[in-house]
T-cell receptor
Framework: GENVEQHPSTLSVQEGDSAVIKCTYS??????FPWYKQELGKGPQLIID?????GEKKDQRIAVTLNKTAKHFSLHITETQPEDSAVYFC????????????FGIGTKLQVIP | NAGVTQTPKFQVLKTGQSMTLQCAQD?????MYWYRQDPGMGLRLIYY???????DKGEVPNGYNVSRLNKREFSLRLESAAPSQTSVYFC???????????????FGEGSWLTVV
């Protein structure tokens, strides 16, 4: 099955700096890569996603890049703000008969004011 | 909009007790899921229901049973709770029957379960 590795597990940045979270996946058949943000006491919520036919996608201060050859994808947050503090999960979707999503272990991001 | 609603939010059980976590979604989604979240382990799939009337095991199904009661509701049952089942449980739903459509998974707020 799919295996998703995510690092770092914790990340502290100064407000205004950039944050980068990296993931690798094992199943070359995976074709959809969402990123979820989980705030304290809440369920994860989709913040951005990328499909295998696209190399980069941007939405305001967040961007995701995908390197299918290397099976790497990354989340980039620029001009970080305290409200960006949360746990971020990357995920890869197996292209089997249903949407089976494999998640990374999560990255706890702390933005220091 | 309610989205995915799960109950209870907090529960303490004694070893050997049984309980059922309830989940309902109001988005007319076909697929529903139960995940557990543990420190350092991320989100792990317990069971899923690709569509009404079907259920299948996920990554960590042992000790759990599920029921897809109708299109809206998907419950998770612990028949004989063990301390290893202390975790945060998330119900989720999505509209995708095929992975290629890549539809968003919507999560509930979580249920904190402690087994003593």
């Amino acid at each position: 099955g799919e295996n998703v590795e995510q690092h770092p597990s914790t990340l502290s940045v100064q407000e205004g700096d950039s944050a980068v979270i990296k993931c690798t996946y094992s199943d070359s058949a995976s074709n959809y890569f969402p990123w979820y943000k989980q705030e304290l006491g809440k369920g994860p919520q989709l913040i951005i996603d990328i499909r295998s036919n696209v190399g980069e996608k941007k939405d305001q201060r967040i961007a995701v890049t995908l390197n299918k050859t290397a099976k790497h994808f990354s989340l980039h947050i620029t001009e970080t703000q305290p409200e960006d503090s949360a746990v971020y999960f990357c995920a890869a979707t197996n292209s089997g008969g249903y949407q089976k999503v494999t998640f990374g272990i999560g990255t706890k991001l702390q933005v220091i004011p | 909009n309610a989205g995915v609603t799960q109950t209870p939010k907090f529960q303490v059980l004694k070893t050997g007790q049984s309980m059922t976590l309830q989940c309902a979604q109001d988005m007319n989604h076909n697929s529903m899921y139960w995940y557990r979240q543990d420190p350092g382990m991320g989100l792990r799939l317990i069971y899923y229901s690709a569509s009404e009337g079907t259920t299948d095991k996920g990554e960590v199904p042992n000790g759990y049973n599920v029921s897809r009661l109708n299109k809206r509701e998907f419950s998770l049952r612990l028949e004989s709770a063990a301390p290893s089942q202390t975790s945060v449980y998330f119900c989720a739903s999505s509209d995708a029957l095929k992975a290629s459509s890549g539809n968003t998974i919507y999560f509930g707020e979580g249920s904190w379960l402690t087994v003593v």
